[in-house]
């Protein structure tokens, strides 16, 4: 059967092994990446858990199917069992193979808020993990205020899930997390890539299932101003438990590596023949004798030309506090030099309150009209508005 071009059909024969318990074939049909997460043996308590209290099939009904990406169909077949309904659902390739199996019960009602959760004390934004082709999208929950507050990345169980963990009417990642957040949490949640990503995946681990994704996410997490980076954990649910160990692991392997290339970046040792792929975002040695060298400050303050320097109050890059005061002390005090501070703006001189996130940048926002009247102003009559 495998290599045949009827998704649907192929979907309704798998089922029927299923209702039938002839696991084992039904195993046959899975491709490398489903069979690496769900044997036989997981399929038959799966299906006997969700079917006993349904009592025994009664018919298997039409199969639903639609294009999904990536070369595969993804198919629902209906199930009616004595006492309630089941939905199968497969993704089918090319070749005639199940790249994802998840077996659901019939909704009987949609996800609703737990009593313990409390979206007026967070903020959620879309966000990305990872980088790349195989980048999935996540969301962010974000407690109002200043913190810093720990973090949190959920890690969902076997399968092609996506950041909720959806089975049926319930999402269980979403209840962490939205409990969390409002208890003075950031958390992350994400599209498993097996569910982003279905098809573009094949002979991967566990490792690649979970660690790339989750090493981005608890970087995105010690990157926000609002969390502090000591306190970022890691919590997987089942196969996401399993994973979380090496996704600690990793993380911490990619720290030390990142602080051996920056050491290596400022030492004395660095010399052209040093290699890129020993520094920090390889970018070559000459790249980085070049700026360990480079006073922009002195460089400006030896110029005889006027200068307009302006900062966002709220920039969390490049600060007021830290950054900002170099230029201040060395072009502050010349009468052709004029420093602006737009105390609302952040990095991009978009106006805003309360402390700037990476997550302003993902709307869509405009510069500062002060900012645009500021440099026309200082344009034709050499001044800031």
Known sequence: MAGGSDPAGIAVAV????????????????????????????????????????????????PAAEPSGAGLVRVRVPVTCEHGGLTVLMSVDGAGLLQGLVIEPVAAGSWTAPSYAAPDRFAEHEVRAGSGPLAVPGTLSVPYGDGPWPGVVLLSGGGPFDRDQTSGPNKPLKDLAWGLASRGAAVVRFDKVTYAHAGQVADFTIADE??????????LLRDHPAVDPARVFVAGHSAGGKAAPRVAAA???????????AALAGSPGLSPATPASELPFGLPASYWLDLRDYDPVATAAALDKPMLILQGGRDFQVTAEDDLSGWQAGLGHRAD?????????????????????PAEYETPQHVDPAVVAGIARWLTLGEAA
């Open 15 to 62: 089922t029927e092994m299923i209702r039938d318990g002839r696991f084992a074939e039904a195993e046959e049909l899975f491709a490398v990446p489903l069979r690496a997460v769900v044997s036989a043996d997981a399929l038959r308590a799966g299906w006997l858990a969700l079917t006993g209290s349904r009592g025994p099939v009664r018919t298997v009904g039409e």
């Open 251 to 261: 993380e911490q392997a990619v720290a030390e590596t990142i602080t051996r290339q």
């Open 337 to 357: 030099v004029t420093i602006r501070v737009y105390d609302a703006d952040n990095h991009l001189f978009f106006p805003g309150t309360g402390p700037s996130t």
């Open 210 to 219: 979970y660690v790339p994704h989750a090493v981005a996410a608890v970087r």
